[in-house]
């Protein structure tokens, strides 16, 4: 899609600097020139919404590392202080822990819409992948960063996951030792934790550019599903395009945040949080975050403790498996009347998990745990190969031009005449 | 785009899939206890500001009756005249701190007690949690965020109402705790509480009627007491709550105003696209 660049600085500086280190051109050719299709709608806006929240968790989050104490007798502590006596740490507090969950709702939408309009297939595995695995760094980040205000859930929930490991045939006991830096979860852990969530977030970023940079390699796909033939035609120039849509986009999803920061900043946390650590005493329920809870309710489905933790892991990296579990050769689900119908039951299938995850483990929550997680890796394992054989797709559109006309009746104009 | 019979298909296997788990579920936990009943506060809604008088009412409460057992050691004695709180003045907050013992060192590095300043945060009432539980049979829990500290389970579908704007409840802290000071229903077993979770609990009934002198007029009664004193933590719990949204509010609106011309801005620029 993007060749090589045309762009020419206009002052002479700007020209010299740019023979020996074209950056700008970089820029222009990603974010001004680049041709994307013309019949994207507001679901493609979450990537540019996912980089504002990132940028977003980095800024209140170096704010906050300024005044917060990674020790556990002192770490409780000073989250009370980031609260009460830091100028505006209330807001950098619940925006950072709200933030989490915003970041979270944008990558759940963004999947879900790469599953709904099949963004996976050739030529974006690649980009899919990488998305994946932005997925599994986030939510290591979020994890680790739960643990730092040292509640009794932070606490609780890093015995549990961490616990995972021991699972681990023969040498379980002895990586969960090593990670926690001692016998139970404990100083050395909160210190480690506390600086690896420092770093992931940065790597989370570099990851972002090569998920960047492969996007601009194949180009977006779009509700059509079908790619671009004719640039001209088919697609309009990101700036000022889809430069004024996407900001549109962030500014009504920062609508929500700023809801959720200002009048409901403590709803999708646990109160139990507000309990300073205590290794003596468990927590009735130990919860992890929300968007854990799917993989949560996968894990308490599967009666084996190694089952179980596979089955989870399982659960995320199948994901990376789409591509070539998915035989159908139409991308939208607009074309695949089968496809949409089990879409919706698998998006609906992952809520149920999450309601069952928050639910305790037993009677019949587990066994509607066993049969969504039965339905979860059916929907992958089963369903897809499958669909792509018996399912009749609908007419798909010749190109996009055509998508466009077929929606408006009308006459594709070009924005360039 | 997205069929409707597709929908209603799933909407339909999900719904038989968490009745299954509902029914069965609370046929095993054999129901659960009575939910706090949902009072009015004056800090709940968008526009919820605290009731200084009543702060200052629950904080005589805390002062008179809790303070015995439950420390409050996150707050300065200097937050009382803190703006957005129960508005004390300077003065008072002064001499009242001046009524707290502090533990502290002399010059010479001896163990002394002084009295209090505004900058001291509230004394710890025990030494440690131990020695807390021999007294008391279980450690009273510091108060400080007890508010944000304490819930209950609205269950489905309620607890997707209560992010909603319009509807929004966050006030599950402040109810359990009113609930809780009523909640000594069975006068034959004092360890009773109906809305502890198990029922048994360390803490005795703490209020009475007539045993906090009010000078407002308000009723002397538990009811009061323990809706002043559950306002009071609250605050304790969120001292920033009124600049909250207060600063919510403007932000707000100012993202409507951004976002409405970021609209009318796209359309314009569309416009020629289609
Ligand atoms: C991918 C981006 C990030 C995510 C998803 C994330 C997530 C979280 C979460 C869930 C918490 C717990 C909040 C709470 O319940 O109080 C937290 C706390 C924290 N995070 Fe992050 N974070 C991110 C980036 C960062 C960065 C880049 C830094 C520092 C440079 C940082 C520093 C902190 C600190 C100091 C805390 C403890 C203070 C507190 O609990 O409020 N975070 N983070």
């Not at chain 2, 006030?171 to 009523?182: K, T, V, W």
């Amino acid at each position: 899609m993007s060749g090589p660049s045309t762009f020419v600085p206009k002052s002479a500086l700007g020209r010299w600097f740019e023979s020996r280190l074209p950056i700008m051109g970089l820029i222009h050719g990603s974010f001004v020139a680049y041709p994307t299709p013309r019949n994207l709608n507001y679901w493609w806006a979450f990537g540019a919404i996912l980089s504002f929240m990132l940028v977003a968790q980095i800024i209140t989050g170096i704010v906050l590392t300024m005044h917060y104490t990674p020790q556990v007798d002192l770490a409780f502590a000073s989250v009370e202080h980031i609260m009460r006596d830091v100028n505006w740490g209330w807001f950098l507090r619940y925006a950072h822990s709200n933030g989490a969950s915003m970041f979270f709702v944008a990558v759940y939408v963004h999947m879900f819409r790469g599953l709904y309009y099949g963004s996976y297939k050739a030529p974006r595995e690649v980009l899919w992948i990488l998305g994946v695995i932005i997925y599994l760094l986030m939510m290591a980040t979020g994890f680790l960063g739960y643990t730092l205000p040292w509640g009794q859930m932070s606490f609780w929930g890093a015995t549990v996951i961490t616990n995972f490991f021991t699972a681990i045939p023969l040498v379980g006991d002895a990586v969960t030792t090593w990670l926690w830096g001692g016998y139970s979860v404990g100083n050395p852990t909160l210190n480690r934790f506390f600086a690896l969530h420092y770093l992931l977030p940065f790597m989370i970023a570099g990851v972002v550019v090569l998920h960047v940079w492969a996007l601009h390699v194949v180009g977006q796909n779009n509700p059509a599903g079908v790619e671009v033939k004719n640039v001209d035609r088919d697609t309009v120039p990101f700036t000022p395009y889809a430069t004024i849509k996407d900001s549109f986009a962030v500014v009504c999803f920062m609508i929500l945040y700023a809801w959720f920061i200002f009048y409901v900043p403590n709803y999708l946390g646990h109160a139990d949080n507000y309990i300073e650590a205590n290794p003596l005493s468990t927590p009735a329920h130990i919860v992890p975050e929300w968007y854990y809870l799917p993989f949560y309710a996968i894990l308490r489905a599967i009666p084996s403790k190694l089952g179980g933790v596979t089955a989870m892991f399982g659960s995320i990296a199948i994901l990376a498996f789409l591509p070539w579990l998915d035989t159908s050769r139409v991308r939208s689900a607009s074309f695949r009347p089968m496809y949409r119908i089990f879409f919706w039951a698998f998006v609906l299938c992952c809520l149920g998990l999450g309601y069952l995850g928050a639910q305790p483990a037993e009677g019949g929550y587990i066994i509607a745990a066993r049969l969504l997680t039965a339905f979860y890796f059916g929907f992958f394992i089963i369903i897809l190969p499958l669909l792509g054989i018996f399912e009749t797709p609908k007419p798909v559109p010749a190109t996009i031009a055509d998508a466009v006309l077929a929606k408006n009746g009308g006459a594709v104009m070009n924005p360039a005449e | 785009m997205i069929s409707f019979k597709s929908i209603s298909l799933a909407v339909a296997i999900s719904a038989a899939t968490f009745s299954l788990a509902q029914s069965s579920a609370l046929a095993q936990e054999g129901g659960h206890g009575p939910t706090p009943h949902m009072e009015k506060w004056s800090f709940a809604g968008m526009f919820g500001t605290y009731d200084k008088a009543q702060l200052q009412r629950g904080f005589r409460v805390y002062r008179e009756v809790c303070s015995a057992c439950h420390s409050l050691s996150r707050l300065r004695i200097g937050n009382l005249a803190d703006e957005g709180g129960p508005g004390f003045s300077e003065g008072q907050v002064k001499a009242l701190a001046a009524e707290y013992q502090i533990k502290d060192f002399n010059d010479k590095g001896e163990p002394i007690q002084r009295p209090g300043f505004p900058s001291d945060n509230f004394p710890k009432i025990f030494a440690n949690e131990d020695a807390a539980a021999a007294v008391h049979g279980k450690a009273p829990p510091d108060l400080s965020v007890i508010a944000k500290a304490r819930s209950y389970s609205r269950g489905f579908p309620f607890f997707l109402l209560d992010m909603l704007p319009g509807v929004a409840y966050q006030e599950h802290g402040p109810d359990y705790i009113h609930a809780l000071l009523n909640g000594y229903t069975k006068p034959d077993d004092t360890k009773w509480n109906e809305y502890f979770p198990g029922n048994q609990i360390a803490m005795p009934k703490p209020l009475s009627d007539d045993q906090v002198d009010y000078t407002d007029g308000s009723p002397k009664t538990v009811e009061q007491y323990s809706r002043d004193v559950a306002a009071f933590l609250m605050w304790a719990a969120e001292p920033k709550l009124e600049e909250r949204k207060r600063t919510g509010l403007n932000a707000l609106i100012f993202l409507f105003i951004f976002a409405g011309l970021l609209y009318f801005t796209k359309k314009k620029i569309w416009a020629d696209a289609h």
